[in-house]
């Protein structure tokens, strides 16, 4: 089983910068798939980024390439989500996700086994 804790997140200005931090406890969370998925509200929960239990393959939602990284720290048992040039429709609750035992990045959301409670990112025009 793995525990998911997501932190970080806040208001900012379109065009900040945040990074918010997911804390894992759980013996199989370094063999295990990290994501981030996000959900505004009335929207559906959708797939931001991945990573594979390695942290070399990454995969992202194609509005966020190019200004979202995602990254991990087995050794501390973190994940991590770097945002730049934010904009305002990337308002929504951040939800850290684990596919246990898997290796690869995964992008579809019912790949995942265990997720945090989520942290609000609230980005003003």
């Known amino acids: 089983q793995i525990h998911l804790a997501e932190s970080g997140g806040g208001l900012v200005q379109a065009g900040d910068s945040l990074r918010i931090s997911c804390t894992a406890s759980?013996?199989?969370?370094?063999?295990?798939?990290m994501g981030w998925f996000r959900q505004a509200p009335g929207k559906e929960r959708e797939f931001v980024a991945t990573?594979?239990?390695?942290?070399?393959?990454?995969l992202y939602k194609d509005s966020v390439k190019g200004r979202f990284t995602i990254s991990r720290d087995n050794a501390k048992a973190m994940v991590y989500l770097q945002m730049n040039s934010l904009e305002p429709d990337d308002t929504a609750v951040y939800f850290c996700?684990?596919?246990?035992?898997?290796?690869?990045?995964?992008?579809?959301?019912?790949?995942?086994?265990?997720w945090g409670q989520g942290t609000q990112v609230t980005v003003s025009s």
């Open positions: 996700a684990a596919a246990e035992n898997s290796a690869l990045p995964k992008a579809r959301i019912n790949a995942y086994n265990y």
């Open positions: 990573i594979g239990s390695s942290g070399v393959g990454t």
């Open positions: 759980g013996r199989t969370f370094s063999a295990s798939a």
